[in-house]
T-cell receptor
Framework: ETGVTQSPTHLIKTRGQQVTLRCSSQSGHNTVSWYQQALGQGPQFIFQYYREEENGRGNFPPRFSGLQFPNYSSELNVNALELDDSALYLC????????????FGPGTRLLVL | KNQVEQSPQSLIILEGKNCTLQCNYTVSPFSNLRWYKQDTGRGPVSLTIMTFSENTKSNGRYTATLDADTKQSSLHITASQLSDSASYICVVSSWVSGGYNKLIFGAGTRLAVHP
């Protein structure tokens, strides 16, 4: 196990609803990245937080937002859910924002009906 | 456009056999290349990491190679075991101005090892 935990493990929502996903990083890590992985695809970078500030963002609309707390845990919020948001959402923590290895959590599987 | 392409898309081999997975990338600037193993419904786990100057790296039965000139990498698995059944994802890291390391993922090769 990587020491990165995510909650919930599974979630079912309907179109238009909002969802919050949570991630606890590995001890000593100050960087958290979020990824969306559609079925049969590789993960796509959503954004990264470093020491409580957004440090980089992929090609996702503003309805995808996040937060990092002083203990370096993190939340991913998605507003106005769409059917295409159905995916496995992964978070990964790292010791820094450089070339350090990112350690992934088990993911939250979101289904939007 | 930064891209990572993997082949084959899926592969079935018998237990005890060897196999090689391929990865081609067009990513610039290049920081490093990793191979991850992802079990179904789980997060990816790093197997190997190689920088520009390294052309081979081993981790037990896994051996990764990197040709930075042709921008190709391979992952060789020897004496496969049933537990090797998983998706293997090639990930290239690129340092983005503004200060973060962006990971570009391939779609993965789904490996099934049969008894």
């Amino acid at each position: 196990e990587t020491g990165v935990t995510q909650s919930p493990t599974h979630l079912i929502k309907t179109r238009g609803q909002q969802v919050t996903l949570r991630c606890s990083s590995q001890s000593g890590h100050n960087t958290v990245s979020w990824y969306q992985q559609a079925l049969g695809q590789g993960p796509q970078f959503i954004f990264q937080y470093y020491r409580e500030e957004e440090n980089g963002r992929g090609n996702f609309p503003p309805r995808f937002s996040g937060l990092q707390f002083p203990n370096y845990s993190s939340e991913l919020n998605v507003n106005a859910l769409e059917l295409d948001d159905s995916a496995l959402y992964l978070c990964a923590s790292a010791r820094g924002r450089g070339q350090e290895t990112q350690y992934f959590g088990p993911g939250t599987r979101l289904l939007v009906l | 456009k930064n891209q990572v392409e993997q082949s084959p898309q899926s592969l079935i081999i018998l237990e005890g056999k060897n196999c090689t997975l391929q990865c081609n990338y067009t990513v610039s600037p290049f920081s490093n290349l990793r191979w991850y193993k992802q079990d179904t419904g789980r997060g990816p786990v790093s197997l190997t990491i190689m920088t520009f100057s390294e052309n081979t790296k081993s981790n037990g039965r896994y051996t990764a190679t990197l040709d930075a000139d042709t921008k190709q990498s391979s992952l060789h698995i020897t004496a496969s075991q049933l537990s090797d059944s998983a998706s293997y994802i090639c990930v290239v890291s690129s340092w983005v101005s503004g200060g973060y390391n962006k990971l570009i993922f391939g779609a993965g090769t789904r490996l099934a090892v049969h008894p």
